[in-house]
């Protein structure tokens, strides 16, 4: 039964990304998956339980990351090339707008998954910088607790609309640039060159 409710949660992941949230209800994602809608009534008892079980499959496939990935002795600027390197590529559908309607037309749910994702990212990127100061990577003077957290504030940013129109910037340009950004900020010259290495191993511009 777990199996089946992965596959149905990763078609409706897709339908939602094709017609938005807004359209998002059990009788279309019926007819797009060719269920019966009594079959779905197993898994959803409504519209927002579907939302709700598919914003927890969206933190799950997050966390699969770290799951997929045996980070333990690998430098801390590749782990955060890596993460980088699968969320534009799994993620990189994801628009503003997706986050504006799931905000409005859902707040209570939206919001847990908010502070779910939050909590969980928050305590990899303090783990993440301090494994670089330790590794010689990162500049011994950070705050860590502020970067984490700074990290996090960007991230969401990135979800802001009237920041970046989604008609415009497409989320793997705006992760890229940012996560760029940050690794440049923190690094020190050993992490820099390091990094400057990753991005042509990784063929990254």
Do not use: W
Not at 19 to 47: A, P, W
Not at 59 to 74: A, H
Not at 128 to 151: F, T, V
């Amino acid at each position: 039964m777990e199996e089946n409710l992965h596959q149905i949660l990763s078609g409706v992941r897709e339908l939602s990304l094709k017609t938005g949230v807004k359209q998002l209800n059990l009788d279309q994602v019926s007819k797009h998956l060719g269920i019966d809608r009594n079959e779905l009534s197993l898994y959803f008892s409504d519209e927002p339980s579907l939302i709700e079980k598919l914003l927890e499959y969206e933190r799950n496939s997050f966390r699969s990351i770290f799951d997929e990935n045996n980070f333990e002795e690998t430098n801390a600027i590749e782990i955060l090339m890596i993460v980088s390197q699968v969320m534009s590529s799994r993620f990189l559908e994801l628009t503003p707008s997706v986050t504006h309607d799931l905000k409005a037309l859902y707040p209570e749910i939206y919001r847990y998954h908010i502070e779910q994702r939050v909590d969980f990212i928050f305590e990899k990127m303090k783990v993440n910088i301090e494994k670089g100061i330790r590794q010689g990577m990162y500049r011994e003077d950070l705050s860590i607790e502020l970067l984490a957290r700074l990290y996090i504030s960007r991230l969401l940013d990135l979800h802001n609309p009237d920041f970046f129109p989604p008609e415009k910037f497409s989320f793997r340009i705006l992760y890229d640039v940012m996560i760029d950004n940050f690794i440049r900020g923190i690094a020190n010259e050993d992490g820099l060159r390091h990094y400057k290495k990753l991005r042509k191993a990784y063929k990254v511009c």
